[in-house]
């Protein structure tokens, strides 16, 4: 696709609810990466995948957070027992891999704003 | 740890003002650069980046020039324009074993440019 698409843009779910975050990076993007991005603050780093491998999970805050890339394409974020401090914007964020391992630049979607209530 | 301070904000100023946005970084190894931006209602936008010392990153009137000795990236543009306000965010770029290419961000400065 032209960008990294997400979605939904906009999720309100109610305290305690599973929710699942979608990611569609740009095609032929090796590398994957999801953010959050609490209000008023800069984003923080989740989760890494380079295809379907998650190379990095060491920024997910709690065992409730979990994310899969099966087929090294699309990406979901779930998050299961939300909680008001989950209310957040999730970014997904897809990279070349060149020669050497090296990611080129980032480009991020328009991320998805998880309120809970 | 790695980590990135950017200056307080919110910035408000006049068209055609000077801007400076400062950003500091953690002297570990030797990170590539960014500022990043985001529009209201819109993504993170790469707005320019700089990957060795002394480089400068320059894009859309803004420039930002990589400082080792003061570990520094500081934002500036000449004269702003109502279009530049946005929420920037400096970051660096995390070199090195599995988690190559993840970035960490500054808290994000707003800029309000008046007419």
């Known amino acids: 696709g032209a960008g990294v698409s997400q979605s939904p843009r906009y999720k309100v779910a109610k305290r305690g609810q599973d929710v699942a975050l979608r990611c569609d990076p740009i095609?032929?993007?090796?590398?994957l990466f999801w953010y959050q991005q609490a209000l008023g603050q800069g984003p923080e780093f989740l989760t890494y995948?380079?295809?379907?491998?998650?190379?990095?999970k060491s920024g997910l805050p709690s065992d409730r957070f979990f994310a899969e890339r099966p087929e090294g394409s699309v990406s979901t974020l779930k998050i299961q027992r939300t909680q008001q401090e989950d209310s957040a914007v999730y970014l997904c964020?897809?990279?070349?891999?060149?020669?050497?391992?090296?990611?080129?630049?980032?480009?991020f979607g328009q991320g998805t704003r998880l309120t809970v209530v | 740890g790695n980590s990135v301070t950017q200056m307080e904000g919110p910035v408000t100023l006049s068209e055609e003002a000077f801007l400076t946005i400062n950003c500091t970084y953690t002297?570990?190894?030797?990170?590539?650069l960014f500022w990043y931006v985001q529009y209201p209602g819109e993504g993170l936008q790469l707005l320019l980046k700089?990957?060795?010392?002394?480089d400068k990153g320059s894009n859309k009137g803004f420039e930002a020039t990589y400082r080792k000795e003061t570990t520094s990236f500081h934002l500036e543009k000449g004269s702003v324009q109502v279009s530049d306000s946005a929420v920037y965010f400096c970051?660096?770029?995390?070199?090195?074993?599995?988690?190559?290419?993840?970035?960490?961000f500054g808290q994000g400065t707003i800029l309000t440019v008046h007419p």
């Open positions: 964020a897809s990279s070349l891999q060149i020669r050497g391992g090296r990611n080129t630049e980032a480009f």
């Open positions: 095609s032929g993007h090796v590398s």
């Open positions: 995948f380079q295809n379907e491998a998650q190379l990095d």
């Open positions: 002297a570990t190894g030797y990170p590539s």
């Open positions: 700089a990957t060795k010392a002394d």
């Open positions: 970051a660096r770029l995390n070199a090195g074993g599995t988690s190559y290419g993840k970035l960490t």
